[in-house]
């Protein structure tokens, strides 16, 4: 076979694999949006306060940081395709299993274990994207399958506006349930696995799995993997809170809870869109630029937002918001799986968006205590915008490590 031959097979292989992970990725963004959309419906059925709905809407996201570090860690030893089989197959099974609890502890255990699939699907994704891209279109990659998230969140509440009746709520999870279990035998036929990890594994003249130690702080990544956490956890915590938040702000503003489901599809919407256009400019153009404009996006986003007052103006922060932060975490993934060599790489991004599920953990629960003080959320909003400063900050120190530099007119690898 000639090299343009196998150039157009690795292309097609590339495409595949990212459509599939697309695939998943949409689910995921349904299954991680699918609590929301049934609460009020499971607290009908099943006598829930507010208090036992929110530690079932902890209980997924408390599942998604061990599943992110478990998975992320067992993709190095195993490679990114069975781990991620594994883990659609985990999620799927127990979103079905969530129609079908019967008690408060039941919803928590199924919640959970969803969670511990979702969260270990996400680092292997992550990975076979970057690891099937070539060089110069990675970010667009980790982009294009990321997208699926919030146009899956979108797709979630489709879902609940056409179930109408008061038993529809398991209509979401089964949709949530069947779709992953029917993705895994097509993963198995069609995924390919990582040529470079199994290169990497061919390679290595030892058996054993570099250790976690080795993985995040050894070989100069200390710097990268201290500043990587930091950016992870500052975006995140600003971009759940916001997700969480979003429809009692624009309630609190006098607007009705239609506008509010309106200004939550704009904010998805515009991530969708921005996981994709963002991640493109990133490729084509100074990735060290594209993220100083990507947060200056996100502050001037929030600080639009916060001043809102009208139903339009409420859409378009919303969007925009949604365009520059679930852009900015669609950069972040593809940045942490440049940021790690093959062989370490399922660790170093499995940690790293570990670190961001504690994020989608901290800033819901920092908000809903600050709300219970009395603060608003506008004041919320824009006094989060210091921690996207923080952010910016660390995530340029990201690119600093890996972006190429030119000495005496050679160009050179980043540290």
């Known amino acids: 076979m000639n090299t343009s031959s196998q150039g157009v097979v690795a292309s097609k292989g590339s495409l595949a694999t990212i459509g599939l992970c697309l695939a998943i990725a949409l689910l995921e963004g349904l299954d991680l949006q699918s609590a929301g959309v049934a609460a009020p419906r499971i607290a009908k059925e099943f006598g829930l306060s507010v208090a036992q709905m929110g530690?079932?809407?902890?209980?997924?996201?408390?599942?998604?940081?061990?599943?992110?570090a478990l998975g992320g860690r067992l993709a190095d030893r195993w490679g990114r395709k069975y781990v991620l089989t594994l883990s659609v197959a985990l999620f799927g099974i127990f979103s079905l299993l969530t129609a079908h609890v019967?008690?408060?502890?039941?919803?928590?255990?199924?919640?959970?274990?969803?969670?511990?699939?979702?969260?270990?699907?996400?680092?292997?994704?992550?990975?076979?994207?970057?690891?099937?891209?070539?060089?110069?279109?990675?970010?667009?990659?980790?982009?294009?399958?990321?997208?699926?998230?919030?146009?899956?969140?979108?797709?979630?509440?489709?879902?609940?506006?056409?179930?109408?009746?008061?038993?529809?709520?398991?209509?979401?999870?089964?949709?949530?349930?069947?779709?992953?279990?029917?993705?895994?035998?097509?993963?198995?036929?069609?995924?390919?696995?990582?040529?470079?990890f199994v290169e990497t594994r061919l390679a290595r003249t030892s058996s054993v799995t570099p250790g976690v130690t080795h993985a995040l702080w050894k070989e100069d990544r200390t710097r990268r993997t201290i500043a990587l956490w930091v950016s992870y956890l500052g975006t995140l915590i600003v971009l759940y809170f916001l997700m969480n938040w979003l429809p009692s702000m624009v309630v609190a503003n006098g607007l009705s809870r239609e506008q509010a489901g309106?200004?939550?599809?704009?904010?998805?919407?515009?991530?969708g869109l921005g996981a994709i256009g963002i991640s493109n400019v990133m490729d084509r153009f100074s990735p060290r630029l594209t993220v100083i404009g990507m947060y200056l996006g996100i502050a001037l986003s929030?600080?639009?937002?916060?001043?809102?007052?009208?139903?339009?103006?409420?859409?378009?922060?919303?969007?925009?918001?949604?365009?520059?932060?679930?852009?900015?975490?669609?950069?972040?993934?593809?940045?942490?799986?440049?940021?790690?060599?093959?062989?370490?790489?399922?660790?170093?991004?499995?940690?790293?968006?570990?670190?961001?599920?504690?994020?989608?953990?901290?800033?819901?629960?920092?908000?809903?205590?600050?709300?219970?003080?009395?603060?608003?959320?506008?004041?919320?909003?824009?006094?989060?915008?210091?921690?996207?400063?923080?952010?910016?900050?660390?995530?340029?120190?990201?690119?600093?490590?890996?972006?190429?530099?030119?000495?005496?007119?050679?160009?050179q690898p980043g540290r």
């Open 262 to 271: 309106v200004a939550i599809m704009m904010f998805n919407i515009g991530g």
């Open 102 to 196: 019967w008690s408060f502890e039941s919803l928590l255990t199924a919640r959970f274990l969803t969670g511990l699939g979702l969260g270990a699907a996400m680092p292997n994704l992550i990975a076979l994207c970057a690891e099937a891209a070539p060089q110069g279109h990675r970010n667009s990659a980790v982009g294009a399958m990321y997208c699926g998230m919030p146009f899956g969140a979108a797709l979630a509440a489709v879902i609940g506006i056409v179930s109408p009746s008061e038993e529809g709520w398991r209509h979401v999870f089964y949709v949530g349930g069947f779709g992953p279990l029917l993705m895994v035998p097509l993963l198995g036929l069609c995924l390919r696995e990582s040529a470079q």
């Open 302 to 411: 929030l600080a639009g937002l916060s001043s809102a007052i009208g139903a339009l103006t409420m859409a378009c922060g919303a969007f925009f918001c949604g365009l520059f932060l679930v852009g900015g975490q669609s950069v972040l993934y593809s940045m942490a799986g440049q940021a790690y060599p093959t062989e370490v790489r399922g660790t170093g991004v499995g940690a790293a968006v570990a670190i961001g599920r504690l994020g989608s953990i901290l800033g819901p629960l920092i908000a809903g205590q600050l709300f219970a003080l009395g603060q608003s959320a506008s004041m919320l909003v824009s006094s989060s915008i210091p921690l996207i400063v923080i952010a910016a900050i660390s995530a340029l120190t990201v690119v600093g490590t890996f972006e190429p530099r030119i000495v005496a007119g050679v160009v």
């Open 55 to 68: 530690w079932a809407f902890s209980a997924g996201a408390i599942g998604l940081l061990p599943g992110a």
